[in-house]
Structure formats: structure tokens, C-alpha cells
């Protein structure tokens, strides 16, 4: 599979929103589940949403409480994260990935995108 890639991020302010996009080649984007993870400066990468290309099922990490939403575009062959309510906590680099099962584990997924870079201003 060949690597997706992201885009969307920049800089806002806190309270804002900004909608990421993750595009991927037709044989990277057909596989079972796609998610986002994100990753801050000394900090561990963590999960943030997941979801069924083909059945669209969604799994969100606790933290999120609403405030972003992931959705899918089959026919675009892409995968969106709407990010709402930015807290400066939420800067970070959003990775997108694919993976063979529907999990929030890193472990079970493959084809890292190179990132995108969200930054929120206080």
C-alpha cells in the first residue's frame, strides 16, 4: 500500500475549527478501517477516531466529547476529521492510517501518512 496523505491543518485560534482530509490511492483506501491518531511535542501518539470504509461505522476516543467528527467519502477515496472547539491542548501533528481491523490499538495499522501540522493559539 502506498502512504496517504493529509492536509487541512494550519494555524487557528483557540475555539475555531479546522476540517482535515486524508486522500488515499484506490488499493490503500479499500482497506477495512481508517483512522487518525495524533502526536504531541514529548508526547506519545494517541488514537482520536476511527472508521468502517465501507459501513461507515465511527468509534471516537473518550476525550473527543463531541467536539470532532470523522467521516468518509468513498467515491473521493478520502477520509475527513471536522475539528471543532480547538483547545490550544489539541496542537499537535494528526496522522492518518489504515488498517485491517476496526481498532483504536496503533499497532494494527500500516500505511502512516507523513502528518499534518495543527497548531491553536490561545
Known amino acids: 500500500q502506498v502512504q496517504p496523505v493529509e492536509s487541512g491543518g494550519g494555524l487557528v485560534q483557540a475555539g475555531g475549527s479546522l476540517r482535515l482530509a486524508c486522500a488515499a490511492s484506490g488499493r490503500t483506501f479499500r482497506s477495512y478501517a481508517m483512522g487518525w491518531f495524533r502526536q504531541a511535542p514529548g508526547q506519545e501518539r494517541e488514537f482520536v477516531a476511527a472508521i468502517v470504509r465501507s459501513a461507515g461505522t465511527i468509534y471516537y476516543a473518550d476525550w473527543v466529547q463531541g467536539r470532532f467528527t470523522i467521516s468518509r467519502d468513498n467515491d473521493k477515496n478520502t477520509v475527513y476529521l471536522q475539528m471543532n472547539s480547538l483547545k490550544p491542548e489539541d496542537t499537535a501533528v494528526y496522522y492518518c492510517?489504515?488498517?485491517?481491523?476496526?481498532?483504536?490499538?496503533?499497532?494494527?495499522?500500516?500505511?502512516w501518512g507523513q502528518g499534518t501540522q495543527v497548531t491553536v493559539s490561545s
Open positions: 492510517a489504515t488498517s485491517d481491523r476496526f481498532t483504536a490499538n496503533e499497532r494494527n495499522y500500516d500505511s
